[in-house]
């Protein structure tokens, strides 16, 4: 643990931090390929990495398994290696997005429920976006940025600091994104309040932070409140958003109507946010992030899944 806030806390340029630097270059050169090959590129190291990344296959089988029981062996294994390829283009498209222009992509973007978008904006109590974490990643900020007038997003910060300052500069600079940390709910909540949008991707298993448990694909999966607490604090109104790549390439960004009365009961908001990215991902379930362990923690008494 003090290794980690050492190197946290390292200066940018210490020699410790020099591999971090070469590995910033070289994804920059990879940033710089055309997005045809960057998508070539990403099938070949998709593939690649599900025979070498065992363990994380093995976890993406486990969820899928949970999740799609009526698939068969041959189904699911297909299934996951689709996700190792997706979660792979995903990862080389992020890179696009911290170094090149996405205007383009931007402009043509698919774009669905824009209408509740502008309501939501209108009350001019701030926007609090709920997504998952789709295949796209970073890729998909600008994509959902474009339409809104103040962005910010909920983040956590890499331990390693060129990683991060890497990935932080990638994101800002487009649209002027502001970041929150965990640490900053206080700032959040008055951003909101002057007319923010923040997008809050908050699906993912928090350890010893849960603090209950919705169905997800009929499976009990451990939650946080915090959008429950910023929308009933700030006021604002509450939309979730969801971000795919599509089959023939295109990209599409869906928001939702506005969740009335979010905020009122931590339960029922949290299932309405669950439930909405479980019927984005029985749409493309190739794109969803199989690879982490979603139903880590269980409630008292439950069977392990992994």
């Not at 990935?167 to 965990?182: A, D, L, M, Q, Y």
């Not at 979010?262 to 984005?280: H, L, M, N, P």
Request: proline share 6%; net charge positive.
């Amino acid at each position: 643990m003090s290794g980690r806030k050492n190197k946290k806390n390292m200066p940018l340029w210490h020699p410790v931090l020099w591999p971090s630097w070469l590995l910033v270059f070289t994804l920059y050169l990879l940033a710089l390929l055309p997005m045809s090959a960057k998508q070539r590129f990403g099938r070949r190291l998709g593939c690649f990495l599900e025979g070498k990344l065992r363990s994380r296959a093995k976890v993406a089988n486990t969820n899928i398994a949970t999740c799609f029981p009526e698939l068969d062996d041959a189904a699911r294994e297909q299934l996951v290696q689709d996700n190792f390829v997706a979660c792979a283009r995903g990862f080389l498209e992020s890179i696009h997005a911290w170094w090149r222009d996405m205007s383009g992509f931007c402009e043509g973007a698919e774009v669905q429920g824009l209408e509740h978008l502008r309501e939501a904006q209108a009350r001019g109590k701030g926007v609090l976006l709920i997504g998952g974490h789709y295949s796209i990643f970073d890729f998909a900020l600008p994509l959902i940025a474009c339409h809104l007038k103040k962005p910010g997003y909920m983040y956590r910060p890499n331990n390693n600091p060129v990683i991060d300052r890497m990935i932080e500069n990638g994101r800002r600079r487009h649209f002027g994104i502001r970041p929150f940390t965990k640490r900053e709910l206080r700032p959040l909540v008055s951003f909101l309040k002057k007319g923010g949008e923040v997008w809050f991707a908050c699906d993912q298993d928090f350890g010893k932070k849960t603090e209950l448990f919705v169905p997800f694909f009929g499976t009990e999966a451990g939650c946080i409140t915090s959008p429950s607490y910023i929308a009933r604090v700030s006021g604002a109104s509450v939309i979730c958003v969801s971000h795919l790549r599509m089959p023939d390439g295109r990209y599409r960004v869906i928001f939702s109507p506005i969740q009335e009365g979010f905020g009122v009961c931590k339960q029922s908001d949290s299932e309405a946010w669950s439930r909405y990215i479980e019927d984005t991902v029985r749409e493309q379930p190739d794109q969803y992030l199989w690879l982490h362990k979603r139903f880590k923690t269980r409630p008292e008494g439950s069977a392990k899944v992994y």
